[in-house]
């Protein structure tokens, strides 16, 4: 495998990617039996510029007051919390990048992992923003689930105040354990609503 240069000024879950992407390169052309070094080198570079300019175009979308949340509303308050369904989030390297990418921009909340995926995440209103930018990401977008992952964002809300102290962590597969976290913060009506997909 390649050892991934520093490169502080890129987030982990991006240079995680680059790595990946990189090992992936080399192993194809060992494969082929070509020469290697100088291709990767140029696929550094576009890598590290492509995540340059799509980082650089999340801060200027979230600066410009626009969300990615699927109600389209500008941010309005500067706490957020968003709750996220995927049908299913099983692997590993996807698990941690959610993780990673959710600590890094300093959210709380949960992932659980498995059949249905949730994601919850509760912090400043422009990183959650940031961070549904992430998980949509596609193929030009590098890192999330892409269209076909059949994920959206069920829940879109700007609370009054924060209710999740923990920080952000990976649960098991088991629902019922989101289920009790919520009961206990006060967050059991939004969980029917926005994951189980019925009122109270």
């Not at 502080?8 to 992936?24: C, G, M, P, Q, V």
């Not at 007051?65 to 706490?79: A, K, L």
């Not at 400043?124 to 992952?149: E, H, Q």
Request: net charge negative; glycine share 8%; charged share 30%.
């Amino acid at each position: 495998t390649i050892a991934l240069l520093s490169l502080n000024t890129l987030r982990r879950s991006y240079r995680d990617e680059i790595a990946k992407k990189l090992n992936e390169r080399a192993a194809d052309s060992a494969a082929s039996g070509q020469e290697a070094m100088l291709d990767i080198i140029d696929y550094l570079q576009e890598l590290v510029a492509h995540f340059i300019e799509y980082d650089a175009a999340i801060s200027s979308d979230v600066a410009a007051g626009q969300t990615v949340g699927e109600e389209g509303n500008s941010t309005s308050s500067e706490w957020g919390r968003r709750w996220i369904w995927v049908h299913h989030i099983t692997n590993t390297s996807r698990c941690k990048s959610i993780v990673d990418e959710a600590r890094e921009l300093n959210l709380r909340g949960y992932l659980k992992k498995g059949y249905p995926g949730v994601v919850l995440i509760e912090g400043n209103a422009a990183d959650c923003d940031k961070f549904v930018t992430f998980i949509k990401g596609n193929k030009s977008r590098p890192g999330g689930f892409g269209r076909n992952w059949g994920h959206h964002v069920r829940g879109h809300i700007e609370p009054a105040e924060n209710l999740l102290s923990e920080e952000f962590r990976e649960l098991g597969e088991d629902l019922a354990v989101l289920a009790k976290i919520c009961r206990e913060c006060l967050l059991e009506e939004e969980f029917k609503e926005y994951i189980l997909q019925h009122k109270g």
